[in-house]
């Protein structure tokens, strides 16, 4: 059975730096064409694709964050890490990892078939 | 970056009926389109990809339909289990979702 949890502060102040830790279960990393990405939705708005990371550790940010965003994962413990740096309120969102499983080896070509439950982030002072 | 468009933002519908929601690229994504059904509180769930493929364990009433820009989502008859708010997904280039489509009851 394949799973994902997320983990993180649930509460960070401006200007600081969010960590988020995907942690997954069902499936390797290590594995041609398996690939993790984090994905946000502010609330009562719509969902919007942050990173995404895949077996080969190539690495792939939204244009509007790349910036701020790092994603990258460690294989051996089964998890995928996010960054944010210069949080703002208008970040306020819950944040989704999920996984990503291509057969035909580029993960952007495929959906998100298993996601995690969310992890709510709020950014206040 | 590919924008895409959902039409409608909303709409109001009864148990049995046919819904159709549209969703539309801002450049061909030739079949590299994925629906996504979210309830609240929950995490979205896969329905369909590559524009017409039926999800593992989605019934069947779900189908979907389109190549280039213009795809369309239906549910053939409305099950109370099916309120929720839609999102299509473009996975030709780095992803981008629509805006969704909620569907509530009538």
């Known amino acids: 059975q394949v799973t994902l949890r997320e983990s993180g502060p649930a509460l960070v102040k401006p200007t600081q730096t969010l960590t988020l830790t995907c942690t997954f279960s069902g499936f390797s990393l290590s594995t041609s064409g398996m690939c993790v990405s984090w994905i946000r939705q502010p609330p009562g708005k719509a969902l919007e694709w942050l990173a995404l990371?895949?077996?080969?550790?190539?690495?792939y940010y939204s244009t509007s964050l790349k910036t701020r965003l790092t994603i990258s994962k460690d294989t051996s413990k089964n998890q995928v890490v996010l960054t944010m740096t210069n949080m703002d309120p208008v970040d306020t969102a819950t944040y989704y990892c999920?996984?990503?499983?291509?057969?035909?080896?580029?993960?952007?070509?495929?959906?998100?078939?298993?996601w995690g439950q969310g992890t709510m982030v709020t950014v206040s002072s | 970056d590919i924008q895409m468009t959902q039409s409608p933002s909303s709409l109001s519908a009864s148990v049995g009926d046919r819904v159709t929601i549209t969703c539309r690229a801002s450049?061909?994504?030739?079949?590299?389109l994925n629906w996504y059904q979210q309830k609240p509180g929950k995490a979205p769930k896969l329905l369909i990809y590559a524009a017409s493929s039926l999800q593992s364990g989605v019934p069947s009433r779900f189908s979907g339909s389109g190549s280039g820009t213009d795809f369309t989502l239906t549910i053939s008859s409305l099950q109370p289990e099916d309120f929720a708010t839609y999102y299509c997904q473009q996975s030709y280039s780095t992803p981008s979702f629509g805006p969704g489509t909620k569907v509530d009851i009538k």
């Open positions: 990371i895949d077996w080969d550790d190539d690495k």
């Open positions: 999920a996984r990503i499983r291509a057969p035909s080896g580029d993960c952007l070509h495929d959906a998100f078939d298993i």
């Open positions: 450049q061909s994504i030739s079949s590299y």
